[in-house]
């Protein structure tokens, strides 16, 4: 069965594909912002050689000597959470290429991590391919042991909100230095040139416009960003001796919090800025959930502050139940909690999602533990007046049927499906997997309006990807019989959701890759093995696909800058290609010498 076809949908023949596959063929059209396209020359997950060519040129290939004989290793970022995978103000964590890559934040380029062999010794590194396409190493370090062998750079990386800079600190074997790279002019300064060697802790660094913060085992340091300043240590009132190491910081880059205290079950929330003093927010040690990132925690945010940093909310355990807390920085230690018994019946006794909204409100889920995530909840706003007092409490999705205090029953949403915010949108977009058939889209406006719901019998929702200004979802919906749908909205939810392909179940949507542009890359899995190629330009939903022979494409796919969408596979003849499908044309081979590897994209 092929797609139902709609006026926008064209099927691009594998026959006139083949010849294209085996010829490099000229474009015939001028194309728009050309750039590289780079590529791993190599068996997937195992040791290849990065290249670089000139989209217009193929033939004007560059090989950097530090990324030849490499092998990619997994990667990661402080604060990642679900919550926040859409905004364009966030990286995002891709695992379709070997350990992973992560998409800066505003299409910045794309971030790896390497190892390569050399006589003796192993080096270690990272590797960024820039907005423009191509790659280029921008930091590395000898390993470390009697073999020189083991990673140096074992941390996931602070990014900044901009995109262009990262913050890692190297091992204590290592040397125990904190780095910033500035990747769009290669400037990487250690910050702790001067200082003892630190032992970095993994949640702990933290890239603020004109500051930086980092935690160790001893405590937190922070730095001036400016040319070659130095990091200075923080002194922390009462003196902890554990820090939990996780930093969170403001939406204005103003205040960052943290935890810290006698043991790692007897925690007080720290809050400081880029000058000044550390405020202690809580007047006992409690035990706490740290900031809630993945992947140690899937109902994160548990630590939050709010935009201005003038408040800071937090997620504690009071008997056998997880509460909220929140307090004013100015108050210095009168923290309330918002999940209390006066509020919530003792039976939900779980939340987390924190997420402030303005300077006096905030947004949680509070609902029932079901392990790593909240099931029976609903979504639930506290507003605050100056003095961070609670004033008000209103349940925003109602799906219990409580609206007044104390809210004695759950509810009907579960965290596992997501909870995300969106670009131009005040309120939460979700996937509600409630059971069977019966998910549910729906988006809840944090006004109090109430929630609407998009789509109802949902079955699954396999991947979410924002492409320009719309957020694209891959879902299985019995509508009333099953179809494998590909369905937009616009990120601001200004109007309802458009089902742009609707295929029967067999078939399935996978591996997206997208362009701010409103491009689309996908792979379509047919029931009998392989896939189709397809590209779509979401804004209208005209879409295209390699079709007839089912070929089984490499992941990750990648656009060009042109937006021509790049892929690899074998032919039936066993020639490893890789090429670029750039409408009206076919695919364009990238020359890497017929040999087995992969895309690695970039913005």
């Avoid at 280029?136 to 990673?151: A, I, K, N, Y």
């Avoid at 603020?208 to 935690?215: E, R, S, T």
Wanted: aromatic letters at 8%; hydrophobic letters at 40%; proline letters at 8%.
């Amino acid at each position: 069965m092929h797609p139902q076809r709609n006026p926008n949908t064209e099927d691009f023949a594998v026959r006139r594909m083949l010849p294209l596959l085996l010829l490099s063929v000229a474009w015939t059209t001028p194309l728009a912002q050309p750039g590289d396209v780079s590529f791993f020359v190599g068996v997937p997950g195992g040791t290849g050689n990065v290249q670089s060519s000139d989209e217009l040129d193929p033939s004007s290939i560059q090989s950097p000597a530090a990324l030849q004989g490499i092998r990619l290793l997994p990667i990661d970022f402080v604060g990642r959470t679900q919550s926040t995978m859409l905004l364009r103000s966030s990286p995002r964590l891709y695992t379709d290429v070997a350990g992973g890559r992560i998409r800066l934040p505003e299409r910045q380029g794309g971030l790896y991590r390497y190892r390569r062999d050399e006589p003796g010794q192993s080096v270690f590194g990272y590797l960024w391919v820039d907005p423009g396409g191509t790659a280029q190493s921008v930091f590395e370090r000898p390993g470390t042991g009697p073999q020189l062998d083991v990673d140096p750079l074992p941390f996931p990386v602070g990014i900044a909100a901009s995109g262009e800079a990262i913050l890692f600190g190297t091992s204590l074997a290592a040397g125990g230095d904190l780095w910033e790279v500035v990747l769009t002019s290669g400037q990487a300064t250690n910050r702790t040139s001067a200082f003892a060697a630190l032992d970095f802790l993994p949640g702990g660094f933290s890239l603020q416009p004109i500051w930086g913060a980092a935690a160790h085992t001893s405590g937190v340091v922070r730095f001036d960003r400016g040319a070659g300043a130095q990091v200075e240590g923080l002194i922390f009132p009462g003196s902890p001796a554990h820090f939990q190491g996780d930093l969170v910081a403001s939406a204005d880059g103003s205040t960052v919090a943290t935890e810290a205290g006698s043991a790692a079950d007897a925690l007080s929330v720290f809050a400081f800025g880029a000058t000044g003093s550390v405020v202690r927010l809580t007047a006992t040690e409690e035990p706490l959930a740290g900031a809630g990132f993945l992947p140690a925690a899937e109902s994160g945010p548990h630590l939050a502050l709010a935009p201005d940093g003038s408040m800071c909310a937090w997620k504690g355990r009071v008997g056998l139940a997880n509460e909220i807390f929140s307090t004013r920085i100015q108050s210095l230690g009168a923290s309330t909690q918002v999940t209390g018994d006066a509020i919530f019946v003792d039976t939900l006794d779980d939340a987390g999602v924190i997420t402030f909204i303005a300077p006096g409100s905030m947004v949680v889920v509070v609902g029932e533990v079901d392990g790593p995530t909240i099931d029976g909840a609903d979504l639930y706003r506290f507003d605050f007046d100056a003095n961070g007092t609670l004033t008000a409490q209103t349940n925003l999705t109602l799906t219990s049927g409580h609206t007044t205090t104390p809210f004695g029953a759950g509810g009907e949403i579960k965290t596992e499906g997501g909870l995300y915010y969106l670009d131009g949108f005040d309120g939460h977009l979700i996937y509600n997997d409630i059971s069977g058939n019966d998910g549910e889209l729906l988006s809840v406006p944090w006004d109090g309006s109430g929630p609407t719901v998009h789509l109802e019998l949902v079955r699954d929702v396999n991947f979410i990807e924002r492409v320009g200004d719309h957020v694209v979802l891959s879902m299985l919906r019995a509508d009333p019989i099953d179809k494998r749908n590909l369905v937009r909205l616009p990120v601001d939810l200004s109007a309802g959701p458009t089902v742009m392909i609707s295929i029967e179940p067999g078939y399935f949507f996978r591996d997206p890759v997208s362009t701010e542009t409103g491009f689309l890359g996908a792979l379509v899995n047919l029931p009998g093995g392989g896939q189709w190629l397809m590209r779509t330009f979401v804004p209208t939903g005209a879409t295209r696909a390699l079709l007839k022979v089912p070929f089984a494409w490499r992941t990750p796919l990648a656009f060009t800058p042109s937006a021509a969408l790049g892929a690899s596979t074998t032919l039936p003849s066993t020639l490893p290609v890789t090429g670029l499908w750039h409408l009206p044309l076919g695919l364009t081979l990238v020359p890497n010498g017929f040999q087995v590897g992969h895309l690695l994209p970039g913005a």
